[in-house]
């Protein structure tokens, strides 16, 4: 709208930004936080991508937009974007909503630093350094180094890089062309993304070796051993072996004590202090100086691969002041209470079978429809079955009801598999999903 008046910057007019972040932040409340955590709310809010094209307006046109455009706006996002912190929205790894967290975040938006040096973010510099120091603590490891990651791709990125240099300090240097062949090697469980950081980090995805798991989930340390053996006969040069505690399916734990042992016969890296720095670390003159007034062991920018570094440490320093750490015991003892009530549950209805028990908070099942049951040796049971959970997804999504993954995994079919993370869940919750995977279901 060409006579539409723009949103007022900070330098042009405070007040009224100042009152355009009040309507925000009250906006934020009522339609993200209040509706967003209610159950009688609906988790999402379905519209096909040309629909809601059409709905947010997204074009970017060279006229500004109005301060009450600007709100509806922020309104219609929030609308329609799928509500994480739904009682309902089992669908990722995560969910639910911590108040303090989310204080920690609006701070570190509103501060707006990065976190590469003492001089320009002193705050969050120490705060880092003390929550790592405790989350060492909790492993039992009284010394160390680490750095907050975007995710757990780039951790395990982080991971296999830090490997590789340990092993072969001269490739920061000369490259790949420094470097043998190279074997990391992995559950057939574990994350995807050891395979796409091998083809980020050039070694190629054939250097990943996957090694087997049992029915749990679990890597299997004898075919480690074998899989080793294996690549050293093909001319390739083990350098680390990566387990996973809580798989992304069945959320299944490796077992560690024996990987460990099989890491130290065969010289494989699982751990080294102050690698960060060698490893990444580039000494760039304009923002790493060695002679400023204070101790330049703090500026911690230069362990990682990015240069502007979001803050991390706030949120979760701020959730752990205001729980301590009784506090975030009992969460996750009550997260594990409420994995478990599911799957007592779950073997008390008819039609819901489990994939394996769990020892986690991943629980997976099937929902087995009246028509498919009694019918486990029919030739095309399980072909059935696996357009079960599809289904139900779509009709679940569209109507607004809940949010629950699902996927196919080895031989099995596809299986919906509910992550128990909310803090704020309560059996009601619980009783609520498997009631409306019966509802949605009863005409399949």
């Not at 949103?7 to 934020?28: H, K, Q, T, W, Y």
């Not at 570190?108 to 510099?125: D, R």
Request: glycine residues 6%; negative net charge; proline residues 5%.
């Amino acid at each position: 709208m060409a006579d539409s008046k723009p949103v007022p910057s900070l330098n042009e007019d405070p007040m009224a930004a100042e009152a355009l972040l009040r309507d925000v932040f009250g906006m934020i409340v009522d339609e993200a936080i209040r509706k967003g955590t209610d159950a009688s709310e609906k988790v999402c809010v379905w519209k096909e991508p040309e629909e809601l094209k059409q709905l947010l307006d997204l074009e970017l046109k060279s006229q500004g937009e109005s301060q009450e455009q600007i709100l509806e706006r922020c309104r219609a996002v929030i609308h329609y974007s799928v509500k994480t912190c739904h009682p309902r929205f089992f669908n990722q790894l995560f969910s639910g909503l911590d108040p303090h967290s989310l204080a920690g975040r609006i701070i570190t938006e509103s501060l707006n630093t990065s976190q590469y040096t003492y001089e320009i973010a002193p705050v969050f510099v120490l705060m880092d350094e003390e929550v790592l120091r405790k989350l060492r603590t909790l492993v039992g490891w009284s010394s160390g180094d680490g750095v907050f990651c975007p995710g757990g791709s780039m951790s395990n990125i982080y991971a296999m890089n830090l490997a590789r240099y340990q092993r072969y300090p001269e490739c920061k240097q000369r490259g790949l062309r420094a470097l043998p062949p190279l074997a990391l090697f992995t559950s057939e469980e574990s994350h995807y993304s050891f395979s796409k950081g091998a083809a980020f980090l050039g070694l190629g995805t054939d250097s990943v070796r996957v090694v087997k798991a049992d029915a749990r989930g679990k890597m299997i340390p004898e075919d480690l051993e074998r899989q080793i053996s294996l690549a050293e006969a093909e001319g390739a040069v083990p350098f680390l072996v990566c387990a996973t505690s809580g798989t992304t399916v069945l959320g299944a734990f490796d077992p560690l004590d024996a990987i460990a042992n099989v890491c130290q016969r065969h010289g494989l890296w699982l751990h080294v202090d102050n690698l960060l720095k060698r490893c990444h670390g580039s000494q760039a003159s304009y923002l790493f100086q060695q002679d400023k007034f204070y101790d330049v062991s703090l500026d911690t920018g230069d362990k990682v691969v990015q240069c502007g570094r979001h803050v991390d440490c706030l949120k979760l320093w701020l959730m752990w002041k205001a729980q301590g750490g009784q506090g975030l015991e009992r969460r996750v003892d009550r997260a594990f209470a409420l994995a478990q009530y599911l799957v007592e549950e779950i073997r008390k209805r008819e039609g819901f079978e489990l994939v394996v028990e769990p020892e986690f908070v991943n629980v997976c099942f099937w929902f087995v429809p009246p028509s498919l049951r009694g019918k486990q040796d029919s030739p095309e049971y399980s072909q059935k079955l696996s357009r079960v959970a599809p289904v139900l997804k779509e009709r679940m999504v569209k109507e607004g009801s809940m949010m629950i993954g699902y996927q196919p995994h080895g031989p099995r079919v596809n299986f919906f598999r509910v992550i128990v993370a909310n803090p704020n869940l309560t059996h009601a919750d619980i009783d609520f999903l498997l009631a409306e995977l019966e509802r949605l279901g009863q005409d399949l």
